[in-house]
Nanobody
Framework: QVQLVESGGGLVQAGGSLRLSCAAS????????MGWYRQAPGKQRELAAT???????NYVDSVKGRFTISRDSANNMVNLQMNSLKPEDTAVYYC???????????WGQGTQVTVSS
């Protein structure tokens, strides 16, 4: 059984910072591509950032230079440091674990991030 539990969301003013954390249980973490996705009201879920087990990262253009994804393999955690937040970053942020060689794909319950202008 794989569980992903997010924490760290909240309300912040524009220009501020938040750090999201995702704790993963189960054996998938070791090989999984871990990611953070986000879904704003009325919009489709979109990728924010991913990181492979080798530490290779990928970011959507709108967060490059502001967000940093990191992986703590010793503790089965993935973090998203979000700086210089903008109102358009407001969304529910979801942690994702996807095995690169199978159809295994898991989601957390989501954590709300609200950026006020």
């Amino acid at each position: 059984q794989v569980q992903l539990v997010e924490s760290g969301g909240g309300l912040v003013q524009a220009g501020g910072s938040l750090r999201l954390s995702c704790a993963a249980s189960g054996s998938i973490f070791r090989d999984a591509i871990m990611g953070w996705y986000r879904q704003a009201p009325g919009k489709q879920r979109e990728l924010a950032a991913t990181i492979t087990k080798f530490g290779v990262t990928n970011y959507v253009d709108s967060v490059k230079g502001r967000f940093t994804i990191s992986r703590d393999s010793a503790n089965n955690m993935v973090n998203l440091q979000m700086n210089s937040l903008k109102p358009e970053d407001t969304a529910v942020y979801y942690c994702n674990a996807r095995h690169p060689l199978s159809t295994l794909n898991y989601w957390g319950q989501g954590t709300q991030v609200t950026v006020s202008s």
